[in-house]
């Protein structure tokens, strides 16, 4: 991966945010492009003096590729159906049982799982696609996606102005950009999952019950 990760960190320095745009909407679709190497070196690059652009442009441009990208697999899986998904998923790293318990789990949180999701490495990546097949509403869909990734990207962006402050030369080493980033992280993921977990068991404390029917329920029947 070592020769793509430069190639796509080129493409930021020489794209700007078109840049951005364009690999944000790769992550967020079946293409394994780490956010790690997108946000965080174009808000390292946003700091320098001759910079062409902005820590909250970056956050925008971020924004907005997840979203497209997000949206392009949404509409894939809802068109393609269950079928083809059965069919193609385990080319995707999608065995037909994890769509079933993926399609389960939208239609029990939807947008809360969505918004979620985009906090989390490898599932981010996929959410879309249980969307789509599980035809969650489009506009709570959008909303969770925006705002989801929308924070995401503050995050990677701040750290990467963190860790770029720290090391002006990091760039030069996308292994340790990652690495920096991924490790600077760990405490927002743990925060995330925590997050999700209690909500999760929320809605299973305040699910409804259902109760047998009594005894003279049973004899006017």
């Not at 997840?66 to 790293?93: D, E, N, Q, T």
């Not at 999608?94 to 906090?119: C, L, N, Q, T, W």
Request: charged fraction near 15%; hydrophobic fraction near 50%.
């Amino acid at each position: 991966m070592h020769e793509w990760i430069l190639e796509w960190m080129q493409w930021v320095t020489d794209w700007g945010y078109w840049g951005v745009i364009a690999l944000m909407a790769m992550e967020s679709s079946i293409i394994p492009v780490p956010s790690e190497i997108v946000v965080p070196p174009a808000a390292i690059l946003a700091t320098l003096p001759d910079a062409q652009m902005s820590f909250w442009g970056v956050v925008l441009a971020g924004t907005v590729g997840s979203y497209i990208g997000s949206v392009v697999m949404y509409y894939c899986a809802l068109w393609a159906g269950r079928p083809f998904v059965y069919r193609f998923g385990k080319y995707l790293f999608m065995p037909r049982h994890k769509v079933e318990k993926a399609e389960d789990f939208m239609r029990r949180y939807a947008a809360s799982g969505i918004f979620f999701a985009r906090f989390l490495p490898v599932i981010r990546h996929l959410i879309s696609i249980p969307a789509g097949m599980a035809k969650v509403n489009f506009l709570h869909f959008s909303i969770a996606t925006t705002v989801g990734s929308a924070l995401w990207c503050m995050v990677l962006a701040w750290f990467g102005y963190k860790v770029g402050r720290d090391n002006p030369n990091i760039l030069n080493s996308p292994e340790e950009l990652i690495a920096a980033i991924k490790a600077e992280s760990h405490l927002i993921v743990l925060g995330i999952v925590l997050l999700a977990v209690l909500y999760a068991t929320m809605k299973y404390m305040t699910r409804e019950k259902k109760t047998a029917p009594s005894g003279e329920e049973k004899e006017a029947e």
